[in-house]
């Protein structure tokens, strides 16, 4: 029960780091490798502001803030006047962007791991089992988001937007859509959800590092993928069976090694069986 | 005064001039086509005009407005919209989502919604299948949706490019019916088309163009019977 638990609060994380990366590659038809990177920017926002103002609330609220700055920052500076280059420009730009950000945050705060301490909110037994509710609490806000995402994309004029411009970059635009309007929006919730990934992440491990954005933003990439890139709710299905895996995994002495080996072994063999994911669609290619 | 005038057009992909300056205009209250064979450049006009393909040389004015610089999503509020080639209709979303994303340029809610019925009354076809995904529909239901979709925007003029590919004859005559009742309702017409003949029949004016020029150019019944448009576009 715990483990399921923790793993479904990890695979909570995963989800929303995912969303970042499958909203983008669907609608900008990009891989922001930097979006790991927004993690670290989120963690060492809410680090800067405990530390000055000793209030957890504001340190959240500045860190969604400053993330999604940050996000529609990148996109417009970095990614914009790409627009229409080959992938490989944008990829390449991508992982230098990455670069930067960790640099940036290593001139600022140095590399040692810094600690950071946040209210403890103890735990609580639900049927004889002793669950942390920060566990829990990644688990219900990271559900509402999740949940609330479908409902913005699915019923509102801007969501229907996002499925259009996705689909038919050109039929959008003849529809009124501004795309780089709806790219902007784009990177600005995927950056929004990293910031909440960033304090879910530290309620588990409360140390921060230059670099601490790579492993998640890696594995919630492969969420991604295997989940179907480019579909909203195969990156949540990714991302939560990801983390189930990891924690069952490492709650098994004789396999917890080889824990990362499985969850990137899992992602060869999607790759090899059903290489659009799991929830992926084929798209016919318009002549 | 026109409502769309092109002057001097000229677009390349890359090295390769498509458009070789031309100039052609739609009158408020007209049905203009633009017929020609595969490769003379009809759709590449069409996206030039809203601003799918970039202009290198040339005017595009409408109403009285430049727009050859304006971006494309502004051109809808203008009151232009286009039916593009191959209908690109949006295959994921439900038709309902579709007509919806037609108006996304309009803000009232209760004149989208009596849109969306008058609509479905018009092409009975979307109004049983609006909860349906689109790309489940037949050729020429798409075709319907595409044209449903564009007219969701109230245009002033409607561009339609190559409504009539791939239909059956069937709905080549439906599709016609359409464009020429839209029309009477006030809406001017620009059509592209490669069946000429159905265009000819339904427009006032016509252009012919030929490897990115205009080669001929008149009232829709000369050309329908002039020798040379006989020979090469009527297959008489």
Request: net charge positive; aromatic share 6%; with cysteine.
């Amino acid at each position: 029960m715990i483990i399921i638990a923790d793993g479904l609060s990890l695979g909570a994380i995963y989800a929303l780091i995912a969303l970042g990366y499958t909203m983008v590659y669907g609608i900008a038809k990009m891989l922001n490798f930097a979006h790991g990177d927004i993690i670290m920017v989120g963690a060492y926002v809410i680090l800067t502001t405990l530390q000055m103002t000793g209030n957890p609330y504001i340190a959240i609220a500045a860190s969604i803030v400053v993330c999604t700055v940050a996000g529609i920052v990148i996109e417009r500076l970095a990614y914009k006047p790409l627009r229409g280059a080959s992938p490989l420009a944008v990829l390449i730009t991508a992982i230098g962007v990455s670069f930067l950000l960790q640099s940036v945050a290593q001139l600022i705060y140095g590399s040692k791991s810094q600690a950071i301490a946040l209210p403890d909110f103890g735990k609580i037994t639900i049927a004889g089992n002793h669950i942390a509710v920060s566990t829990l609490i990644t688990l219900i806000v990271g559900g509402i988001i999740m949940a609330g995402l479908t409902v913005f994309v699915k019923k509102t004029s801007t969501g229907r937007a996002m499925q259009a411009v996705s689909e038919d970059r050109g039929a959008a635009l003849l529809m009124g859509v501004n795309v780089n309007r709806i790219i902007m929006i784009t990177f600005a919730i995927g950056s929004a959800l990293a910031a909440f990934a960033s304090l879910f992440y530290l309620m588990q491990i409360p140390s921060i590092t230059p670099t601490l954005g790579s492993m998640p933003g890696i594995k919630a990439f492969t969420a991604a993928v295997i989940g179907g890139i480019g579909s909203i709710p195969g990156a949540m299905l990714g991302g939560v069976l990801l983390g189930l895996i990891e924690k069952v995994c490492l709650s098994i002495p004789a396999i917890s090694p080889y824990t990362t080996a499985i969850e990137f072994g899992l992602l060869i063999i999607i790759l090899l069986v059903k290489p659009i994911g799991i929830l992926g669609k084929q798209r016919r290619e318009k002549v | 005064m026109a409502l769309l005038e092109i002057k001097n057009l000229e677009v390349f992909y890359g090295m390769i001039q498509a458009i070789k300056g031309i100039s052609f205009e739609v009158n408020e209250g007209e049905i203009v086509t633009l017929i020609g064979a595969n490769g003379a450049g009809k759709t590449t006009t069409m996206q030039s005009i809203m601003g799918l393909v970039p202009i290198k040389r040339g005017t595009v004015t409408y109403n009285g407005q430049d727009i050859t610089k304006v971006p494309g999503h502004k051109i809808v509020n203008l009151g232009m919209t286009q039916v593009p080639e191959g209908r690109r209709i949006f295959q994921e979303l439900t038709v309902y989502d579709n007509l919806l994303m037609g108006a996304y340029t309009v803000k009232d809610k209760k004149q989208i919604k009596d849109d969306i019925d008058e609509i479905c009354t018009r092409f009975e076809i979307l109004g049983q299948r609006k909860n349906q995904i689109a790309g489940t529909l037949s050729g020429g239901e798409q075709q319907m949706l595409a044209m449903g979709r564009a007219m969701m925007s109230h245009p002033k003029l409607l561009m339609l490019d190559e409504p009539s590919m791939g239909l059956s004859p069937l709905f080549v005559d439906k599709v016609f019916d359409i464009i020429k009742d839209y029309h009477k309702s006030g809406t001017t017409i620009l059509l592209v088309e490669q069946n000429a003949k159905k265009a000819l029949s339904i427009a006032d004016r016509a252009y012919v163009l030929e490897t990115g020029s205009i080669s001929l150019s008149g009232k829709a019944e000369d050309l329908l019977n002039n020798e040379d448009v006989k020979k090469a576009y009527l297959g008489a």
